[in-house]
């Protein structure tokens, strides 16, 4: 997985104007969600076992995952207000967007961060979107970012929702509400999840 790291000169710049696209388009609420994601993403992979290079590969596709919400309006994402059918539909486009962004960027198709970027809102159970893929035919690298995004996603305030405490989070995640089910997730995922709440709770209060 070493060159989904990206070191390369060419392949920093990039990034680097990807990022800054993310940062200009939506601004720092996007910035420190991208940040937050790749953090947790890490802890999750180094607690179920995958070495430092594999942990920073699948942080790194995670800081990416929503880059193609840049090219969507903020005042869809930050609505407050139940979504209608036709901006749900515009909403789940940010995948695909996404995933075209960063492959005229110069990133491989099968690697991990196009497959983060494309494949971050499948469900476990094959609800999500945008392929309803299910199971194991869902990239490991999007079953891990998946949790994390959840996560940050019921942290963090947002224009229409409060911020949340890690406790409650952290309920939702396990136990279900009508936002999310612990079926959406892969249950190795999830028990990484839970036997290192505690740490991600400390790994998420410093960037806040």
Same mark, same amino acid.
């Given at each position: 997985?070493?060159?989904? #790291?990206?070191?390369?000169? *060419?392949?920093?710049?990039?990034t ?5 696209t993310?940062h /200009?388009?939506?601004g720092?609420?996007?910035? /420190? ?7 947790? *993403? ?5 607690a179920?076992? @995958?070495?430092?290079s ?7 596709? &995670?800081t ?6 840049? =090219?969507?309006? !903020?005042?869809?994402? &930050?609505?407050? +207000?139940?979504?209608n ?19 005229d960027? +110069? %990133? !491989? ?5 196009? /497959?983060? =970027?494309? @494949? @971050? $809102? ?5 609800? +999500? %979107?945008?392929?309803?893929?299910? &199971?194991?035919?869902?990239? #490991? ?9 959840v996560?940050?996603a ?5 224009? %229409? ?22 079926? $959406? ?5 999830? /028990? ?17």
């Open positions: 997985m070493s060159e989904e #790291l990206r070191t390369s000169e *060419t392949s920093e710049s990039l680097d104007a990807l990022l800054q993310m /200009q388009a939506s720092e609420v996007l910035h /420190q969600h991208a940040a937050k994601v790749g953090l947790i *993403t890490h802890l999750l992979a180094i179920m076992g @995958h070495d430092e594999e942990a920073a590969a699948f942080a790194y596709a &995670g990416m995952h929503d880059v193609g919400r840049s =090219a969507m309006s !903020d005042a869809l994402f &930050g609505k407050n +207000g139940v979504l059918a036709e901006e749900v539909t515009e909403v789940r486009r940010h995948t695909g967007h996404g995933a075209m962004l960063l492959e960027a +110069g %990133y !491989d198709p099968d690697g991990l961060v196009i /497959q983060c =970027a494309l @494949h @971050h $809102h499948e469900r476990f159970d094959g609800t +999500g %979107y945008p392929a309803g893929l299910k &199971g194991e035919k869902i990239p #490991l690298v999007a079953r891990l970012v998946a949790v994390a995004d996560y940050d019921l942290r963090a305030a947002r224009p %229409y929702k409060p911020a949340m405490d890690h406790e409650t989070a952290c309920r939702i995640i396990l136990e279900g509400d009508e936002r999310c089910q612990p079926s $959406h997730f892969d249950p190795a995922v999830l /028990q990484a999840f839970r036997d290192n709440a505690e740490a991600i709770r400390r790994l998420w209060d410093p960037v806040s």
